[in-house]
């Protein structure tokens, strides 16, 4: 991915971070000048921590550590005690960055060393890859998960299952959350998610994606053809594909493969696509990846359309969704009507 996108998004993240902290500066400020107890508790943490530091470099006794210890504990429980008799959360004495775990930096430090967090991660996602195919989780989502739109009805003629559409898609959805719930369990299946267009697949995969999310995690959407002509391109050195995008497709924690079946396959379509699922599955240096894909076609259609490989990884390592039932495009046009 280009290095102005992420020098820009770096750009954007200084000034996140230069905001949190002023405001925290500010909010401290008008604080400390309601309740100076406040700021001379600080102050005196402060040296006390100074002074242990200053113990530790230049000493060979470490005799007052704890007598510093103590007296910066206590001193900490006190001002939690004038904070709570004066209803002011412990939070106004942080500043309130938007990822706490690289403090909006958009970066992690870990043994001298330096890694992308995965907020930044994210973003540059969704700006290279996503576009707008992730963009809807703030309305597909699991709040907005509406059962009324599936029919109570059981109709073994028309869907060939013995169970209503309704009871089949609370079915599913127990699979999504404990797949969603058991996400770093390395036993937990992948998901695999088969109907007609309009039955809600992409919706509880953007629903699976929102929760994703807030687990700290990253998400990659792709439709199945768009993913394997990015890797044909980069396999052949075509505009300029980097190898940042293909390690990105293999590496993310959760890819989400969208309309397979649609893309124009050949030899090597299919040996990159079994590369994916299988590399994917074997959780590469301890790494958990999981994989959620959504089709139009039946398992027959996959079994006769896809290499055996591949077709054998969906029946081992996949909890198979069948989606089934109205429309609901054509449902929701009803309701508007009345």
Do not use: W
């Not at 500010?26 to 040296?47: A, C, G, M, V, W």
């Amino acid at each position: 991915m280009p290095n102005t996108t992420l020098k820009d998004l770096l750009k954007e993240y200084e000034q996140k971070k230069l905001k949190a902290e002023s405001e925290f500066e500010n909010r401290k400020s008008q604080i400390y000048s309601k309740i100076p107890k406040l700021q001379e508790i600080d102050d005196t943490i402060n040296s006390y921590a100074l002074t242990q530091m200053q113990e530790i470099l230049h000493s060979n006794s470490y005799n007052n550590l704890n007598f510093f210890k103590d007296k910066i504990s206590s001193l900490k429980k006190e001002k939690e005690n004038i904070l709570k008799e004066n209803k002011i959360n412990l939070d106004s004495f942080k500043p309130n960055y938007e990822c706490t775990i690289c403090n909006d930096t958009g970066y992690i430090y870990n043994q001298n060393k330096s890694s992308l967090c995965n907020c930044i991660k994210q973003k540059l996602f969704d700006i290279e890859f996503n576009k707008s195919n992730i963009s809807n989780i703030e309305k597909e989502n699991f709040s907005t998960f509406n059962l009324d739109l599936y029919s109570n009805e059981i109709n073994f003629e028309k869907y060939n299952e013995k169970i209503s559409p309704r009871d089949n898609i609370l079915k599913i959805k127990e699979i999504a959350l404990n797949f969603i719930n058991n996400f770093n369990n390395q036993e937990e299946k992948n998901l695999l998610f088969t109907g007609n267009t309009g039955l809600g697949k992409t919706f509880l995969s953007n629903c699976i994606a929102s929760e994703i999310l807030k687990q700290g995690k990253t998400v990659l959407y792709q439709t199945s053809s768009n993913m394997l002509d990015i890797i044909i391109d980069y396999k052949f050195n075509k505009k300029n594909i980097s190898y940042d995008i293909y390690e990105n497709i293999l590496k993310v924690d959760l890819l989400i493969i969208d309309d397979l079946g649609t893309e124009c396959m050949n030899s090597m379509k299919f040996t990159e696509l079994f590369n994916i699922i299988n590399s994917r599955l074997l959780n590469q240096n301890n790494h958990i990846t999981k994989t959620i894909i959504s089709t139009n076609l039946t398992l027959k259609d996959l079994h006769d359309n896809y290499d055996g490989r591949i077709f054998s990884r969906f029946i081992g390592h996949y909890n198979i969704c069948k989606f089934f039932g109205e429309d609901i495009r054509f449902i929701k046009k009803r309701i508007n009507k009345f």
